[in-house]
């Protein structure tokens, strides 16, 4: 059923987040700039397109759909570090409720970034009607980048806003009602949107790749609670606009799977549409590299601040789906996703730390320049390598420029603390054993940045939000569940095997099944935000995990924040709760 709604939900979102929008209207990039009317057209976007670095922020829409999933686990750190109200304990363990602050902010920042394409929308749109192409060609874009971000509020709260006037009341949209509309505004401007400006702006095979995954998830949104009924009509249009990038030839897989996340991936043939952070943005941030790591792990030599936070590690649960998948061989000799090795202990004969710790091992280091350092990639285990402090603060250094050591740990309250490594663990849980600044396998999947000028709060690094390894994937699923395993397992393994820069490189599949392509989808998506999507659809979002045994179904959907229920209480049924809520 339609309702409508007032402009006090966005009006309540933004006022809750002035505070902090003193520097997200400078966000203008070098492919965003002119002068006149096309300077206006930039002033426009820009606010829309920069904002979308705050709405996926780890502590707002990030946050929101990794730690519910089973691919992550944020602690009470050594009951010192992480609580923050307890958002991220009931997050994982799904006891979210409305007053929650990860769902606030993350609700928050995506209606203030609908807000601000609506209003982008009604400035180019005067412009567009009289001919300006450029207006018309940005004023796609922001139909297409609006469309974007419904889906988001239709993923995780179950409902769309349809606004064409900030004059106007919004109408909230549920269920079919919702994919439709967003159907509607992406096929308005896929044959007219740009076909050419990168990934960091909407084009149409980011259009074409946004109605693919609208129509694959389609099922799951008109009956959110239910079990999803995947139709044929569907998958028909899952295939048919992933079949229209595949065949564009506009894109390809990257051998290297962790060039993806690098400094230069801007460049990155794989990418379709990501945050575009080519050093000029003033809100490009690090947040996704040093949110996992080891908070004693100092990952540049240039920068004494840049270290990691402790923070989420993945569950047990899903390390042990590596596990399963390739048995008694390491998932490291086995999948050029799980790892990158970057450091040289082995090389240097220190793979053996037996009676070793920090206070002896003084001469227990290799010696390398700044710009050839790089900590290790991927899933990371055990003993991490990395610049260590001295007494005074600074980075120890040699004649080839800085030592690289096993890490300290000079973090938390353990009894570790300052006399051995950082060791990292596979258990990490709620107990008081499970939550030391140790536990926990931790993810290292984007490059801290070389273009940054201070580690953790810039980067170099484009944020990828959907890339052509996705688009395989979903055509995949989309066969797979149409009966098609022959196709469904060549496109698998187009992906599973396309990494080949160096080894290990993959072997490919013999077979396909839906509980095989959730696997692969794990593998190859880990930590990029669609884990809990993929759970919902592939109906293990019951599951049980570490510290998570909820089985409730409402819980599908997050609840709408208690402050825009309030916001928008002076019309009763304008907003209404999400169930279970």
Same mark, same amino acid.
């Not at 004023?139 to 006037?165: H, I, Q, V």
């Not at 909407?202 to 995947?230: C, E, H, I, K």
């Not at 096993?406 to 709620?430: E, R, S």
């Given at each position: ?11 309540i ?33 820009? +606010? ?16 929101l ?9 944020? +602690? ?27 769902v ?42 609006r ?12 409902l ?5 006037s900030s ?49 694959l ?10 079990? +999803? ?73 240039e ?23 390739y048995?008694?061989v390491?998932?490291a ?29 003084e ?31 600074a980075?120890?250094t ?184």
């Amino acid at each position: 059923m339609k309702n409508i709604i007032k402009n006090t939900v966005f009006a309540i979102s933004i006022l809750l987040m002035s505070s902090c929008s003193d520097l997200k209207e400078e966000v203008l990039d070098e492919s965003l700039t002119g002068a006149g009317q096309a300077e206006a057209i930039s002033g426009a976007i820009a +606010p829309a397109y920069g904002q979308v670095a705050w709405t996926w922020r780890h502590t707002n829409y990030y946050g929101l759909q990794l730690i519910p999933s089973d691919e992550a686990i944020l +602690p009470y750190r050594g009951g010192t570090d992480w609580y923050d109200g307890g958002k991220f304990l009931a997050a994982h363990s799904h006891s979210i409720t409305s007053t929650n602050d990860l769902v606030k902010s993350a609700w928050t920042e995506l209606t203030i970034n609908i807000s601000r394409t609506l209003t982008a929308i009604e400035v180019l749109t005067p412009m567009a009607e009289e001919g300006n192409t450029e207006a018309q060609s940005a004023l796609y874009e922001m139909k297409a980048l609006r469309a974007y971000l419904n889906m988001l509020t239709l993923d995780s709260w179950g409902l769309a806003f349809k606004k064409e006037s900030s004059n106007e009341n919004s109408e909230i949209l549920r269920g079919q009602d919702a994919v439709d509309y967003i159907e509607s505004e992406l096929l308005s401007v896929v044959d007219v949107i740009n076909t050419d400006k990168g990934s960091g702006r909407m084009t149409q095979s980011a259009v074409w790749g946004f109605l693919a995954r609208l129509n694959l998830n389609a099922a799951v949104y008109r009956d959110p609670y239910g079990t +999803p009924n995947f139709t044929t009509e569907d998958m028909d249009k899952v295939i048919e606009y992933t079949d229209n990038i595949i065949n564009s030839g506009k894109f390809s897989l990257s051998p290297e799977y962790f060039d993806l996340f690098n400094d230069s991936n801007s460049n990155n043939a794989e990418l379709i549409f990501a945050l575009d952070q080519r050093g000029v943005l003033k809100n490009e941030h690090s947040r996704w590299a040093y949110w996992s790591l080891p908070g004693s792990m100092f990952p540049r030599p240039e920068f004494t601040n840049a270290d990691g936070t402790d923070g989420p590690a993945i569950t047990s649960d899903f390390y042990q789906t590596w596990v399963d998948a390739y048995g008694s061989v390491d998932p490291a000799d086995a999948d050029p996703r799980f790892l990158q090795k970057n450091t040289q202990e082995v090389t240097y004969g220190l793979d053996d730390l037996t009676g070793l710790s920090p206070l002896n091992d003084e001469d227990h280091y290799y010696c390398v320049g700044a710009e050839d350092f790089e900590i290790d990639r991927g899933i990371l285990r055990g003993v991490t390598w990395a610049v260590r402090k001295d007494e005074n603060g600074a980075f120890y250094t040699c004649d080839e420029g800085y030592r690289i050591y096993p890490v300290k740990q000079i973090k938390g309250n353990g009894t570790d603390k300052n006399v051995d490594y950082v060791n990292l663990t596979q258990q990490a849980d709620f107990t008081n054993e499970g939550r030391a600044h140790h536990t926990g396998y931790r993810v290292s999947k984007y490059q801290f940045s070389h273009t940054s000028n201070n580690g953790n709060n810039y980067s170099s690094v484009d944020l990828v939000l959907m890339r052509y390894a996705e688009i395989y994937m979903m055509r995949a699923e989309a066969k797979l569940r149409k009966g098609d395993a022959a196709s469904a397992l060549a496109d698998v393994n187009t992906v599973k095997t396309s990494r080949n820069a160096r080894e290990p490189i993959a072997t490919a599949l013999s077979s396909i099944g839906l509980d095989v392509l959730y696997r692969e989808l794990g593998f190859e998506f880990y930590w990029e935000g669609l884990r809990r999507t993929n759970q919902i659809r592939f109906s293990h979002y019951e599951d049980s995990w570490t510290e998570k045994t909820d089985t409730d179904v409402n819980n599908r959907l997050f609840p709408i924040p208690q402050v825009a229920i309030d916001g928008a209480s002076n019309t009763p049924g304008y907003l209404e709760q999400n169930k279970g809520y």
